[in-house]
C-alpha cells in the first residue's frame, strides 16, 4: 500500500506511528476461515460414513476441494518465499516447531485415552499433522517452482508418478506431500486478478449446477470407488486397482478440486463479515480440533444411535463448525501462541541484513524530516510515494 505524502512548507512528514498500518485482504481471510470450517465438519462427518450414503455423498464432494482449496490459498501467500534468513525462521517457528510439540502431544494423549504404548515417531505424522510436513516440504521447494519453465505440468507429472509408486511410503505422509504439490504450485502461480475472476456474478450462478452435479456424481461414485482415493494419501497398487487409474484418477481429482474450489471461492465475501477475523487464527483451529475428534473416537462417542438419524447428523455437523470456529477465537490465539507461533529469536542469530536495513530507514526518516522542515514547498499536486 502507498500513500502520497506532499511537501508543505515546514509540515514535517508523519512519524512511523502515524502512518497506516499494511491492512489483511478480508476475502482471503474469510476463505481461509469457510474453509477451516468445512475441514472441522469433514472430520466430524468421518466418524460417521459407515452406511450413510447420503453422508459420505457430501463428505467425497467435500474432500474433493476443501483442502485443495486451503492449500490453495496457502501456495498463494508462499509466492514470496526465499531462502533468507527471516523466511527460515518464520518457516521453523510457525511450521516445524507447532508440527514437533503436537505430533508429542496428540501421540501422549493416545496414550492416555487409548493406547498406553503407543510409540512416539516423528517421521509418520498423527492425523491431520501431515498438512505441516506437506508445507515444510512445499515452501522449501518453492524457488524451484519459480524457476521453471512450466511448473505446473511438472507437479502434476510428479503426483501422477507417486500414484504407481507404493516404495514413497509413510515417512512425513509423503504421498500426500506429493498428490496434493499440485495445488500448491497452483497457487504459487495465481496472481490477485485470478481471483477477481471467479467472483464475478456469471461464475457465482454457474457454481450452482457445478456442485448440484458434483453431488449427483458422488452419489453415483459411493457403491463404485474407494473412498480412500479422495485421501490422496496411498498408491494404486494398494487399493488393488490397476496401474494405470492411479495417473488418470490423480488427474481427475485435480480437475474437479480446481472447479469446485473456484466454485467455493466464488461464493467466498469480500467483505468484512462477523467471521473474518477468525482468519488469522485458523492454523489454531486446525491444529485443536483433532483432540476432539480423537477423544470422540477413542470414547465410542461417535457410536450413539442418535448420530445415525438426520437430525444427529446435523446436530454433529453444527457442533463441528462450531467448535473449530471457537478454537480459532482470539483468546485460544493468546493462550496457545508460545507453541503455534513462537518467536524463539533466542535460537537464531542475528541478521546482519536486517540490523543493517534497520539503521538505513532510521538514517532516511531522520533526514526526510530535517528536509521537509527546511526546504521550501513543493507546488501542489506533486509528491513522494512512500510505501508503507
Not at 10 to 27: H, N, V
Not at 53 to 58: C, D, G, I, K, N
Not at 270 to 278: C, Q, S
Not at 295 to 322: K, N
Request: aromatic share 12%; with cysteine.
Amino acid at each position: 500500500m502507498t500513500s502520497s505524502l506532499r511537501s508543505d512548507g515546514d509540515r514535517k512528514s508523519p512519524s512511523p506511528r502515524a502512518q497506516p498500518s499494511r491492512q489483511r485482504d478480508a476475502f482471503f481471510d474469510n476463505a481461509k476461515y469457510l474453509a477451516i470450517v468445512l475441514v472441522g465438519v469433514g472430520h466430524a462427518w468421518g466418524q460417521i460414513l459407515d452406511g450413510n450414503r447420503t453422508v459420505e455423498t457430501l463428505y467425497r464432494v467435500l474432500y474433493t476441494f476443501h483442502m485443495p482449496a486451503f492449500i490453495v490459498i496457502s501456495g498463494y501467500f508462499s509466492r514470496s518465499f526465499d531462502l533468507s534468513p527471516k523466511r527460515v525462521k518464520r518457516l521453523i517457528t510457525g511450521v516445524v516447531v507447532p508440527y514437533l510439540v503436537f505430533e508429542v502431544a496428540y501421540t501422549l494423549h493416545r496414550r492416555v485415552s487409548e493406547d498406553p504404548q503407543s510409540d512416539f515417531s516423528l517421521l509418520d505424522p498423527t492425523y491431520l499433522l501431515w498438512f505441516l510436513c506437506a508445507l515444510f516440504v512445499w515452501r522449501l521447494t518453492t524457488p524451484i517452482w519459480q524457476t521453471v519453465r512450466w511448473p505446473l505440468p511438472i507437479a502434476l507429472a510428479i503426483a501422477a508418478l507417486a500414484s504407481v509408486t507404493p516404495s514413497v511410503g509413510n515417512d512425513l505422509n509423503m504421498q500426500r506431500v506429493l498428490q496434493f504439490l499440485p495445488c500448491f504450485v497452483l497457487g504459487l502461480l495465481l496472481r490477485p486478478e485470478h481471483f477477481q475472476l471467479v467472483r464475478r456474478r456469471s461464475v457465482r450462478i454457474w457454481s450452482v449446477p457445478v456442485v448440484a452435479a458434483a453431488l449427483v456424481i458422488g452419489w453415483w461414485s459411493v457403491p463404485r470407488m474407494e473412498t480412500g482415493w479422495f485421501y490422496r494419501n496411498a498408491a494404486v497398487q494398494d487399493t488393488g486397482g490397476p496401474w494405470w487409474s492411479g495417473p488418470v484418477l490423480t488427474l481427475a481429482l485435480f480437475g474437479c478440486s480446481v472447479v469446485l474450489s473456484a466454485c467455493f471461492f466464488a461464493w467466498v465475501p469480500g467483505r468484512r463479515m462477523w467471521f473474518t477475523a477468525l482468519g488469522a487464527g485458523t492454523i489454531y483451529g486446525y491444529l485443536l480440533h483433532g483432540f476432539l475428534v480423537k477423544e470422540g473416537s477413542y470414547t465410542g462417542w461417535f457410536q450413539h444411535s442418535f448420530l445415525d438419524e438426520p437430525l444427529g447428523e446435523i446436530g454433529l455437523t453444527v457442533l463441528g463448525a462450531t467448535a473449530i470456529t471457537l478454537l480459532c477465537t482470539k483468546p485460544v490465539q493468546r493462550v496457545m501462541r508460545y507453541v503455534v507461533e513462537p518467536k524463539m529469536d533466542w535460537a537464531f542469530k542475528a541478521d546482519p541484513g536486517d540490523a543493517a536495513r534497520d539503521r538505513e530507514k532510521r538514517d532516511k526518516s531522520g533526514s526526510g524530516t530535517r528536509e521537509a522542515s527546511t526546504e521550501p514547498a513543493a507546488p501542489n499536486g506533486s509528491g513522494e510515494k512512500v510505501s508503507v
